[in-house]
């Protein structure tokens, strides 16, 4: 396993850090607090943190965000999607949540490079896979894909030919073709398959476990970064689903990694604190910030929303 210099961008742990964006007009590296209900941005210079963090609260969780074109953000908020043309604007809503808002939530997302916006819900009481994958675009929100309890792991190949989606619980990421025009899935298939949590496991004895999938980003060479939740590393897959490397991280529970700086080669890492034990968190007390460390392979930018 590789052991990387990370850096910490944050000091001020977050609950549950997701969603993490780099904003290359602004240099500003953005993310979310999910139970912290409130979304976060920074300005970034190399590895560090330039200035105060800026804070935006909000009354409900935020599962994910995007970059809008024309200024501003799409988020996917616990009662539905909204758009804010300015930082700590107005919500203008755009779509309300198609479900039971009192179980489910808004989870992981992001946009295609068409400018339509995907989120994935949560199944919270997690014995059922209720999970479905939405699409929103000028025609209004579509149910694209289901049967999962935790929505995460979305991405695109470089050429927006193949998308990847986990479902946490599952211990699974899988891949599909993508028609372009219309976003529709097909021929879904396992991409790479995770061992599941042994029985017993609690974190710091002696049982051996890899994690989960959570939030991952692809880079230009079209691999797929994907966060292991209590594994405290991000596995690097080929296009083919095979480990190319396996990057120790600083705490046990990264969340979602994104691609920055000038050069897309700043990769950086949200974490969780949230849920996690005493004894953990006196080991790990940096669990919930962000981190950054550079990589030699650049990452894809972000996607923008587009209002049609």
């Not at 970059?67 to 107005?90: E, N």
């Not at 998308?163 to 599952?170: E, F, G, I, L, N």
């Not at 705490?251 to 949230?274: A, N, Y």
Request: contains cysteine; hydrophobic residues 40%.
């Amino acid at each position: 396993m590789l052991t990387p210099s990370w850096t910490a961008i944050t000091i001020e742990p977050d609950g549950l850090g997701e969603s993490p964006f780099w904003h290359p007009q602004e240099q500003r590296l953005y993310w979310v607090d999910i139970p912290g209900r409130r979304i976060a941005r920074v300005a970034v210079q190399g590895l560090q943190a330039q200035g105060e963090i800026e804070y935006w609260p909000l009354t409900q969780e935020p599962g994910c965000i995007a970059p809008a074109q024309g200024g501003g953000l799409v988020m996917a908020l616990r009662d539905g999607i909204y758009l804010a043309r300015d930082w700590q604007g107005d919500l203008q809503p755009l779509a309300p949540a198609p479900y039971d808002t009192a179980k489910l939530r808004f989870n992981d997302g992001k946009c295609d490079a068409q400018g339509r916006f995907w989120a994935g819900s949560l199944y919270e009481p997690k014995d059922q896979a209720l999970g479905v994958l939405y699409m929103l675009d000028g025609q209004g929100l579509h149910a694209m894909r289901d049967g999962v309890v935790t929505a995460n792991g979305l991405a695109w190949s470089p050429d927006g030919r193949t998308a990847y989606w986990a479902d946490t619980a599952a211990h699974q990421v899988r891949s599909f073709d993508v028609d372009a025009a219309s976003g529709q899935l097909s021929a879904g298939r396992v991409f790479h398959p995770m061992p599941p949590k042994p029985a017993g496991w609690v974190w710091g004895n002696d049982i051996p476990y890899g994690g989960r999938p959570d939030g991952a980003a692809v880079d230009s060479e079209g691999c797929y970064w994907s966060a292991q939740y209590e594994g405290q590393r991000l596995l690097r897959l080929s296009p083919t689903g095979q480990v190319l490397a396996e990057v120790a991280t600083p705490v046990p529970c990264p969340t979602m990694p994104c691609f920055g700086g000038p050069d897309l080669k700043t990769l950086f890492i949200t974490t969780s604190r949230q849920g996690r034990s005493a004894q953990e968190l006196a080991q790990f007390p940096g669990a919930g910030c962000v981190f950054a460390m550079r990589v030699e392979v650049a990452g894809l930018g972000v996607n923008r929303f587009v209002m049609v």
